[in-house]
T-cell receptor, first 110, second 114 residues
Framework: GENVEQHPSTLSVQEGDSAVIKCTYS??????FPWYKQELGKGPQLIID?????GEKKDQRIAVTLNKTAKHFSLHITETQPEDSAVYFC?????????FGAGTTVTVRA | DAGVIQSPRHEVTEMGQEVTLRCKPI?????LFWYRQTMMRGLELLIY????????DSGMPEDRFSAKMPNASFSTLKIQPSEPRDSAVYFC????????????FGQGTRLTVV
C-alpha cells in the first residue's frame, strides 16, 4: 500500500516568516495530494490540493508543489500568522483511499 | 451547508459497553469514510462506503467494530464490546464522486473507554 512520510514533525517559525513542510510517497500510481490543517479539538480541514497533472498550485499565502519523478510534494506557507499555528497533514491517493503523513505541528511565534 | 455532523462529540464509557457513533454526511456526497486518529497510529481509514454500500472495510480492527449506512444521510459506527485500547478520536468524512477524493471531515467524536 501507499506509504507517506512527512517532515519535519514540529516546526517553529517567527511571525511573518515562511514555513515549508515536505512529504514523500511510495506509490507511483498516486495522483491526488491534499493538505489538511487540524486545529485543537477540530477535524482536519482541507486547505489545498494538487493533482498529478499539475506541478504547482497557489492560493493566497499557501502553495503546494509536486515532483512526480521524485515522488515528493511540499506545502509552503508565506507571511505566517498566529492563526496558522496548527497540525498539518499531507496525504496521497490514487482512488478513494487517503494515506496520511504523521503530521507537522506548526507554531508561529509572535 | 452545515458540513459533516458527528455525534456525540465526547463519549466516556466503561469497558464492555456498547458504543455507537453517528454521522450525517454533507448532502449530495455519495462517499463516506470512518477514520480513527490516535497518537501512535495517526489517521487510519476504518471503512469506506460508496452510495451506501461498504466498499472497503479492511481497516476495521476486529469483529467488535461494525458500521452501517442505512441511507444517504446517516451512518453509524458501533463498537461492541468496547475496550480501553479503542480510546481515540473517530472522524467521519464525506466526499462527492466515486473516487472519493476531496474528503471533508466532521468535528470528530472523542471516545474514552475506562
Amino acid at each position: 500500500g501507499e506509504n507517506v512520510e512527512q517532515h519535519p514533525s514540529t516546526l517553529s517559525v517567527q511571525e511573518g516568516d515562511s514555513a515549508v513542510i515536505k512529504c514523500t510517497y511510495s506509490d507511483s500510481a498516486s495522483n491526488y495530494f491534499p493538505w489538511y490543517k487540524q486545529e485543537l479539538g477540530k477535524g482536519p480541514q482541507l486547505i489545498i490540493d494538487i493533482r498529478s497533472n499539475v506541478g504547482e498550485k497557489k492560493d493566497q499565502r499557501i502553495a503546494v508543489t509536486l515532483n512526480k519523478t521524485a515522488k515528493h510534494f511540499s506545502l509552503h506557507i508565506t507571511e505566517t500568522q498566529p492563526e496558522d499555528s496548527a497540525v498539518y497533514f499531507c496525504a496521497a491517493s490514487n482512488d478513494y483511499k487517503l494515506s496520511f503523513g504523521a503530521g507537522t505541528t506548526v507554531t508561529v511565534r509572535a | 451547508d452545515a458540513g459533516v455532523i458527528q455525534s456525540p462529540r465526547h463519549e466516556v464509557t466503561e469497558m464492555g459497553q456498547e458504543v455507537t457513533l453517528r454521522c450525517k454526511p454533507i448532502s449530495g456526497h455519495n462517499s463516506l469514510f470512518w477514520y480513527r486518529q490516535t497518537m501512535m497510529r495517526g489517521l487510519e481509514l476504518l471503512i469506506y462506503f460508496n452510495n451506501n454500500v461498504p466498499i472497503d472495510d479492511s481497516g476495521m480492527p476486529e469483529d467488535r467494530f461494525s458500521a452501517k449506512m442505512p441511507n444517504a444521510s446517516f451512518s453509524t459506527l458501533k463498537i461492541q464490546p468496547s475496550e480501553p485500547r479503542d480510546s481515540a478520536v473517530y472522524f467521519c468524512a464525506s466526499s462527492r464522486g466515486e473516487q472519493g477524493q476531496e474528503a471533508f471531515f466532521g468535528q470528530g467524536t472523542r471516545l474514552t473507554v475506562v
